[in-house]
């Protein structure tokens, strides 16, 4: 233990505000171009989510995964279906997600409900991913009890010796799952804790509404 006091921890946020007139009536456009900044400023892994699920007794549970793709059906991120987080999604599919870009002092808030994305689009984006990469959605039996790590390391190398010199597929336990949101939130940080918060709502015509929420 050390003598720092996590209560005297504070950050003063000073680099911008967000306002109705400058926001994008749709909240896709919104997030397109708040993705784009975190890209352009080299943030580190500005793809890195936390993804919030339900477990059968209704536990929260929550782990960082990478965003993969994004555009108006929703937010896609590729697993294990096998793996806690696959089964709490088959089993209740719905779920949060949150983007924390700390240097931009700007969080982003999603919910919805999941799909499992078309095996065409899990084939592709499988087939994109380096060699090592692919194998080790083989080699590993994700959120699964092992006895070691050089089991694990086994495995790999019995896969590398198993598909030298061909195409590794697909396993059918891989694949991605999109969140098709319902509710989105930018939040951009401000000074005396006075932050701006814009949600979009989607209604039941279509509609996203845009409003603003006390800090």
């Known amino acids: 233990m050390t003598n720092l006091s996590i209560a005297d921890l504070r950050q003063n946020y000073t680099l911008a505000g967000l306002s109705e007139a400058d926001a994008a009536s749709n909240p896709f456009k919104q997030f397109q171009v708040w993705f784009s900044e975190a890209v352009a400023a080299q943030l580190p892994e500005p793809n890195a989510m936390t ?22 059906r929703g ?11 696959g089964q709490h999604l088959s089993n209740t599919p719905w779920a949060a997600l949150v983007f924390w870009w700390a240097q931009l002092e700007r969080q982003v808030r999603i919910e919805g409900r999941v799909e499992k994305v078309s095996p065409q689009e899990s084939d592709e984006y499988f ?41 590794i597929p697909r396993p059918t336990h891989w694949g ?6 319902d509710v989105i939130e930018f939040w951009q940080g401000r000074p005396s804790r006075l932050h701006d918060r814009l949600r979009y709502r989607l209604l039941e015509d279509g509609i996203w509404h845009k409003e603003r929420l006390s800090p």
């Open 75 to 85: 937010f896609t991120f590729y697993t294990n279906y096998g793996n806690t987080k």
């Open 176 to 181: 991605g799952f999109r969140v098709i949101p």
């Open 51 to 72: 993804l919030a699920t339900i477990a059968p007794d209704s536990r929260p549970s929550a782990r960082m995964v990478l965003l993969k793709d994004f555009d108006e």
């Open 127 to 167: 087939g994109s991913r380096p060699e090592t990469s692919q194998l080790g959605a083989w080699a590993s039996n994700q959120s699964q009890v092992i006895e070691s790590r050089e089991v694990l390391e086994q495995q790999f190398t019995q896969l590398q010796e198993k598909y030298t010199g061909q195409a």
